[in-house]
């Protein structure tokens, strides 16, 4: 079981892995077009990126299409796009967000967006940021916590980052038909041939 077990159920959940909680099409916020949502971790060491958004970002991006599958189709077929963003329903951000909340991300994080390239300088290693209709938060891992925080602050942050990364790749993995046996649509891909 991954660490972050309720946020990857909701991810195989809304993307039709068990037909009873299959997406609709429609976000959780009741709405067919949700506030746009980018939720990045950086990793300042190394100068890594990840990203995921979701359909409302893409919509807010004015990026073309009828629906979500077609937005999602053409921004990763634009020449400038950015590898390692990947997209998530509306629905799945929705508990990409919640499992963050839950480790606490509400809780520590600090308003404002997280700091670029220099927060190397000052000592911070990673970062979880959350921008949600423009308002950008951030939440950022310090190796002084073992010193001057509990350690349960730490832990937690580990969680949170984990649990992104967990849903990171496996938007990878069932883009390139990896480990996942499932179609969009929930029909398993055995069943198709």
Request: aromatic share 8%; charged share 25%; proline share 5%.
């Given at each position: 079981?991954?660490?972050?077990?309720?946020?990857?159920?909701?991810?195989?959940?809304?993307?039709?892995?068990l037909p009873s909680c299959a997406s609709t099409g429609g976000s959780a916020r009741?709405?067919?077009?949700?506030?746009?949502?980018?939720?990045?971790?950086?990793?300042?060491?190394?100068?890594?990126?990840?990203?995921?958004?979701?359909?409302?970002?893409l919509v807010k991006m004015g990026i073309k299409?009828?629906?979500?599958?077609?937005?999602?189709?053409?921004?990763?077929?634009?020449?400038?796009?950015?590898?390692?963003?990947?997209?998530?329903?509306?629905?799945?951000?929705?508990?990409?967000?919640?499992?963050?909340?839950?480790?606490?991300?509400?809780?520590?994080?600090?308003?404002?967006?997280?700091?670029?390239?220099?927060?190397?300088?000052?000592?911070?290693?990673?970062?979880?940021?959350?921008?949600?209709?423009?308002?950008?938060?951030?939440?950022?891992?310090?190796?002084?916590?073992?010193?001057?925080?509990?350690?349960?602050?730490?832990?937690?942050?580990?969680?949170?980052?984990?649990?992104?990364?967990?849903?990171?790749?496996?938007?990878?993995?069932?883009?390139?038909?990896?480990?996942?046996?499932?179609?969009?649509?929930?029909?398993?891909?055995?069943?198709?041939?």
């Amino acid at each position: 079981m991954t660490r972050f077990p309720l946020l990857c159920l909701v991810l195989y959940c809304c993307l039709g892995v068990l037909p009873s909680c299959a997406s609709t099409g429609g976000s959780a916020r009741g709405t067919s077009a949700a506030s746009p949502v980018s939720v990045t971790f950086r990793d300042y060491r190394s100068g890594v990126r990840l990203t995921i958004v979701n359909d409302g970002y893409l919509v807010k991006m004015g990026i073309k299409g009828e629906n979500a599958d077609l937005r999602r189709a053409a921004y990763h077929s634009s020449e400038d796009v950015d590898l390692w963003t990947k997209i998530l329903p509306d629905e799945v951000m929705d508990g990409l967000i919640s499992g963050l909340d839950q480790e606490g991300f509400r809780e520590h994080a600090q308003s404002g967006p997280a700091p670029r390239e220099t927060a190397r300088s000052s000592g911070l290693t990673s970062g979880l940021e959350m921008i949600v209709g423009g308002n950008a938060s951030h939440w950022n891992y310090n190796p002084s916590w073992s010193i001057t925080s509990p350690p349960a602050e730490a832990n937690r942050y580990k969680k949170a980052r984990d649990g992104f990364l967990d849903v990171h790749r496996k938007i990878e993995q069932y883009a390139r038909g990896g480990v996942q046996d499932f179609d969009y649509d929930g029909v398993p891909i055995r069943e198709r041939r």
